[in-house]
């Protein structure tokens, strides 16, 4: 099994599924980090660039920093799309990433705040900001989504029992009111100010091929074994095409964390 400094590059082996499988962010939590993050972005690990281009389409100046070259090429792609757009992606490792002189409006970590070492992230956050400027944190939780696709997630649980060493047995997805990324961390540093949580959930129905597509952007399934990666995407397709009807939904909690710098 890769350790978390290889498992974070995992996702640059599969960027086009990733830009194609990954699901966007709620327009209501995008619509409410446009309106408190300023001009001057500085975005922490945009993957292929999905909340960049939102960012860079309202009229932000974006620097993007990216560990994957070819996550990176996806998100100059995407932002070519829009011309006249103030943007740039950049690739390096940000926690050696020299900042700018310039002070940014905004920092903003979608989905990948938990992947910086936790001895740089906020540190380095806090040189990277104006005083006053906001710290952005956007995290994904996978959810019970209830009906009948409660049954597939009980149910899919033996798959990843058999194939996937390390799968506490038993596991269920938790309803959302018992999921909450936890902000101690955060509320803990004395150059933010107060912690601030927006939250957006919503349901994204696939078939059995689209979902497979997501699961191969994980990189606890990327680190499988081929060959134990082969035989749980078979189990789980068999369940969803079997005894799902060939469609499933999943359930997606999204949140929006904010703090302003001192």
Not at 44 to 65: I, K, S, W, Y
Not at 79 to 106: I, K, S
Not at 194 to 214: F, I, Q, W
Request: hydrophobic residues 40%; aromatic residues 8%; contains cysteine.
């Amino acid at each position: 099994m890769r350790d978390a400094s290889e498992l974070r590059e995992t996702f640059d082996e599969v960027a086009e599924v990733y830009d194609r499988a990954r699901p966007r962010y709620p327009r209501e939590l995008v619509a409410r980090l446009l309106a408190g993050c300023g001009r001057r972005v500085l975005e922490v690990g945009p993957g292929t660039g999905q909340l960049t281009a939102e960012l860079a389409a309202d009229g932000r100046a974006v620097t993007a920093v990216e560990l994957g070259p070819a996550l990176a090429e996806v998100a100059r792609r995407r932002l070519a799309g829009h011309p006249g757009a103030r943007a740039h992606v950049e690739v390096a490792n940000f926690e050696t990433w020299p900042l700018p002189p310039e002070p940014f409006d905004a920092v903003v970590f979608a989905t990948s705040f938990h992947w910086i070492d936790p001895a740089v992230r906020l540190a380095k956050a806090a040189r990277a900001l104006r005083p006053g400027g906001l710290l952005a944190v956007v995290t994904t939780h996978h959810v019970g989504s209830g009906g009948s696709s409660s049954a597939f997630f009980a149910r899919v649980q033996g798959c990843y029992e058999r194939w996937m060493p390390g799968t506490p047995p038993g596991l269920r997805l938790r309803h959302e009111s018992e999921v909450a990324t936890d902000t101690g961390e955060l509320a803990a540093d004395d150059r933010f100010g107060e912690v601030r949580v927006y939250r957006s959930a919503r349901d994204v129905t696939y078939s059995a091929e689209e979902y497979l597509e997501v699961l191969s952007t994980y990189s606890g399934h990327r680190a499988l074994d081929p060959g134990a990666r082969a035989r749980l995407f078979g189990c789980v397709r068999a369940l969803i095409d079997g005894e799902h009807g060939g469609r499933v939904t999943k359930r997606y909690l999204h949140e929006l964390i904010t703090m302003e710098r001192r």
